[in-house]
């Protein structure tokens, strides 16, 4: 852990004086990093020639909007209830009851703006909002799924921040609802 902390705090203040590159990081830091470019980082696997599997940081296409050079924190990565083994970026796991326990949770939605923003866009990109999912996983699946069109959100991708997402999860009751 203390190997960990000081390799952050080596990035952060490579970061202040020079750029925050995916590919220069670490694999046990880049799931839910931000670079300097404002790219998203994204942990890939591949097949070795001896038939192992070799991880790698990549930057994603992924732009985040108002952050850049980011390494998401410990505490984050557990609030939120992820992984930093983490490997691409996926929607999928907002239909894990579990998770989206801990996503909609307040050590989560009102701390962890990054981690915010990555799913407010991901589910907003499978037609549910975030808040609305929080408040009601089940209701916000099956509208989606019910009509094979994607549930009107009241926000585009675009006009949704990480403190616009915060507030908005704030407003509603993120009670763990089972699906």
Known sequence: MAFIAFLALSL???????????????????????????????LENY??????VKYQCKTSEVVVDKLNELIEID????????????????????LQPQFLTKLCSKS??????????????L???????????CASPRRAMY????????????VSVGALSPESA?????DVACAPTSI
């Open 12 to 42: 952060l203040l490579n970061g202040a004086l020079g750029e925050l590159v995916c590919e220069q990081l670490p694999v046990d830091l880049c799931s839910y990093s931000i670079a300097t470019s404002g790219k998203r980082c994204l």
């Open 123 to 133: 589910s907003l990109a499978e037609g549910v909002y975030l808040p609305n999912l």
């Open 47 to 52: 097949a070795t020639k001896d038939g192992g």
């Open 143 to 154: 509208q989606t799924r019910s009509n094979g069109d994607a549930a009107p959100a009241p």
């Open 75 to 94: 505490e984050c990565i557990t609030a939120c209830g992820l992984s930093r083994n983490t490997v691409g970026i996926s929607s999928d796991s907002l």
């Open 108 to 121: 989560c939605s009102q701390a962890c703006p990054n981690i915010v923003d990555l799913y407010s866009n």
């Open 166 to 170: 915060i507030s908005g999860a704030a």
